[in-house]
């Protein structure tokens, strides 16, 4: 069987990874919360600044060490459907700890750091789990201009953005008179981005919280906004590779009854009445052809059909 694949015999993903990033204080956190099914590694402490109606029925781990995480890998997480990294550049020092100690990292340091956290993005990413790395704000110079980039050094973001599916910016805009947080995962002249699902170029995320802190809504924006649009994009792709499947099943089971020439005749007549869907048809044509090889039909070219084998 040929690993070359065509866009409709691909495995689809069932879970999403991506990344949230901004300045402090835009509600990084609570957002990511709103996926479904939420457990939060906090890793820099920040689960304290999260307004409380949004951690009900939130689990959290406290990360006080790289052993912590080893350790919670080990645990039975079925019951969760998304892991929050929070935050992955904090995350970064605590392998960084865990390599060298007390002692900043030197040259000969960083391949090891590297492989601990490329470990550590394979082992959460077959955990078949909605992903979620949150990070703070950083700046890139190109030319003259001023580019938003997650803070996380450079190899280490090369590495992890090629996985990611989405990557949202989040900041504050002041709209006549009146503050609202967004994101955009699209990638502008100001902020880098990923946006693999067509979402909108800017969207606001809505304030559920009244002026004396109590809820208003419910905190559900990336279940709601983003993870049903990416999913309802991948579900007509399921939906048109479920339809290839059984088409090519469908033309498999009348090849199996190719049992000589008339019957090749027939079907080759007929290759062209199937509703072919992508490449079924070169498909038919491939399997149609091995078929007769494996009966030994002989192809005439000026009556254009197969006779059987002298």
Same mark, same amino acid.
């Given at each position: 069987?040929?690993?070359?694949k065509?866009? &409709?015999?691909?495995?689809? @993903?069932?879970?999403?990874?991506?990344?949230?990033y901004?300045?402090?204080g835009?509600?990084k956190?609570?957002? !990511?919360?709103?996926?479904?099914?939420? =457990?939060l590694?906090?890793?820099?402490?920040?689960?304290?600044?999260?307004?409380?109606?949004? =951690?009900?029925?939130?689990?959290?781990?406290q990360?006080?060490? #790289?052993?912590?995480?080893?350790?919670?890998?080990?645990?039975?997480?079925?019951?969760?459907?998304?892991?929050?990294?929070?935050?992955?550049?904090?995350?970064?020092d605590?392998i960084?700890?865990?390599?060298?100690?007390?002692?900043? @990292?030197?040259?000969?340091? #960083?391949?090891?750091i590297?492989?601990?956290?490329?470990?550590?993005?394979?082992?959460?990413?077959?955990?078949?789990? &909605?992903?979620?790395?949150?990070?703070? %704000?950083?700046?890139r110079?190109e030319?003259?201009?001023?580019?938003?980039?997650?803070?996380?050094?450079?190899k280490?973001?090369?590495s992890?953005?090629?996985e990611?599916d989405?990557?949202?910016?989040?900041?504050a805009?002041?709209?006549n008179?009146r503050?609202? !947080?967004?994101?955009?995962?699209?990638?502008?002249? %100001?902020?880098?981005?990923? &946006?693999?699902c067509n979402? @909108? !170029?800017?969207?606001?995320? @809505?304030?559920?919280?009244?002026?004396?802190?109590?809820p208003?809504?419910?905190?559900?924006?990336?279940?709601?906004?983003?993870?049903?649009?990416?999913f !309802?994009?991948?579900?007509v792709?399921?939906e048109?590779?479920?339809?290839?499947?059984?088409?090519?099943?469908?033309i498999?089971?009348?090849?199996a *009854?190719?049992?000589?020439?008339?019957?090749?005749?027939d079907?080759?007549?007929?290759?062209?009445?199937?509703?072919?869907i992508?490449?079924?048809?070169?498909?038919?044509?491939?399997?149609?052809? %091995?078929?007769?090889?494996? *009966?030994?039909?002989?192809?005439?070219?000026?009556?254009?059909?197969?006779?059987?084998?002298?």
């Amino acid at each position: 069987m040929s690993l070359i694949k065509k866009s &409709n015999e691909l495995v689809l @993903p069932s879970t999403i990874k991506m990344m949230l990033y901004g300045q402090a204080g835009m509600r990084k956190t609570t957002t !990511a919360l709103s996926a479904p099914a939420p =457990l939060l590694l906090d890793f820099d402490n920040g689960v304290k600044r999260v307004n409380m109606s949004h =951690l009900d029925g939130v689990d959290i781990v406290q990360i006080t060490s #790289w052993d912590d995480v080893d350790e919670v890998l080990k645990e039975d997480l079925s019951a969760y459907k998304t892991i929050i990294v929070d935050t992955i550049g904090k995350m970064l020092d605590f392998i960084i700890s865990k390599k060298c100690g007390t002692r900043q @990292p030197q040259v000969r340091d #960083w391949s090891g750091i590297n492989q601990e956290f490329q470990n550590f993005v394979r082992n959460i990413s077959n955990l078949n789990k &909605n992903v979620i790395f949150v990070a703070h %704000r950083d700046t890139r110079k190109e030319g003259d201009s001023t580019v938003f980039i997650p803070a996380l050094r450079e190899k280490s973001y090369n590495s992890i953005v090629t996985e990611l599916d989405l990557l949202g910016y989040m900041e504050a805009r002041n709209e006549n008179g009146r503050v609202k !947080a967004t994101v955009t995962f699209d990638p502008t002249e %100001r902020n880098d981005g990923k &946006n693999t699902c067509n979402l @909108p !170029a800017v969207m606001e995320i @809505p304030t559920i919280l009244d002026a004396q802190g109590n809820p208003t809504g419910e905190n559900d924006f990336i279940t709601r906004k983003v993870l049903k649009p990416y999913f !309802a994009m991948l579900a007509v792709k399921q939906e048109e590779q479920k339809k290839y499947n059984a088409l090519i099943e469908d033309i498999k089971d009348n090849i199996a *009854l190719i049992t000589d020439a008339e019957s090749a005749n027939d079907f080759a007549s007929r290759i062209d009445a199937f509703e072919h869907i992508g490449n079924s048809k070169p498909k038919a044509r491939e399997l149609f052809a %091995r078929k007769v090889g494996e *009966l030994n039909l002989v192809y005439n070219k000026e009556t254009k059909k197969y006779a059987d084998a002298v």
